[in-house]
């Protein structure tokens, strides 16, 4: 069974300092995973997401990712960060065997100090 | 188009009340999703639907049901509201890639429920 580990609950960074928020998964399928950011006061939105293809995506704001199937891991980076950056950041990975329901990671809140 | 759409933003119940909450959805998605999210916890799936007529229990179903009438709309139902239940609740809704599988979703902006 699917399951997701956000290493880190909180990541506390200066602006304009590089960032990296760790995600693992275990599945021994295939994979979907996600990364979604939610806002204050909001509900989540898609980052980005690996399907199949270049292993590393990006996003429209700086974000990337590197999807690494050996060490099971999907981790969301970014080379500088902005004060608006700060929100809680949500991995999800959806496997090809089961339902296929997307499990989420229990988030970690990036909070970025001026 | 409006996305997903929760109503309402904001509920107060008594332990022992009953609501439900409607999420709509307009982008003609097939699979739609609730969950619950507190402190700590990350989001957990409650119930969810792969279409029309058909849902399913997820993680934490107990003490809610669901429905999906139609296609746009999925609803989730508290019979007997209890402490334990207050929480934020998020819709969402998805669509199968070429596979089938589950693929992105669009979240609501979340009602926020407290029961007395």
């Known amino acids: 069974a699917q399951s997701v580990t956000q290493l880190d609950s909180q990541v506390p960074v200066f602006e304009e300092a590089p960032v990296e928020l760790r995600c693992n998964y275990s599945?021994?399928?295939?994979?979907?995973l996600f990364w979604y950011v939610q806002y204050p006061n909001q509900g989540l939105q898609l980052l980005l997401k690996y399907l199949s293809g270049s292993t590393l995506v990006e996003s429209i704001n700086g974000f990337e990712a590197e999807f690494n199937k050996s060490q099971t891991s999907f981790h969301l980076r970014k080379p500088s960060v902005h004060i608006s950056d700060t929100a809680e950041y949500f991995c999800a990975v959806s496997e090809s065997g089961g339902s296929y329901i997307p499990t989420f990671g229990r988030g970690t809140s990036l909070i970025v100090h001026p | 188009n409006a996305g997903v759409t929760q109503t309402p933003k904001f509920r107060v119940l008594k332990t022992g009340q009953s609501m439900t909450l409607l999420c709509a959805q307009d982008?003609?998605?097939?699979?739609m999703y609730w969950y619950r999210q507190d402190p700590g916890m990350g989001l957990r799936l409650i119930h969810y639907s792969v279409g029309e007529g058909t849902t399913a229990k997820g993680e934490v179903p107990d003490g809610y049901n669901v429905s999906r009438l139609k296609k746009q709309n999925f609803l989730l139902g508290l019979e007997s509201a209890a402490p334990s239940q207050t929480s934020v609740y998020f819709c969402?809704?998805?669509?199968?890639?070429?596979?089938?599988?589950?693929?992105?979703?669009?979240f609501g902006p979340g009602t926020r429920l407290t029961v007395l």
């Open positions: 969402a809704s998805s669509y199968p890639t070429a596979s089938g599988r589950h693929n992105e979703q669009f």
């Open positions: 982008m003609n998605h097939e699979y």
């Open positions: 599945s021994s399928v295939s994979v979907y």
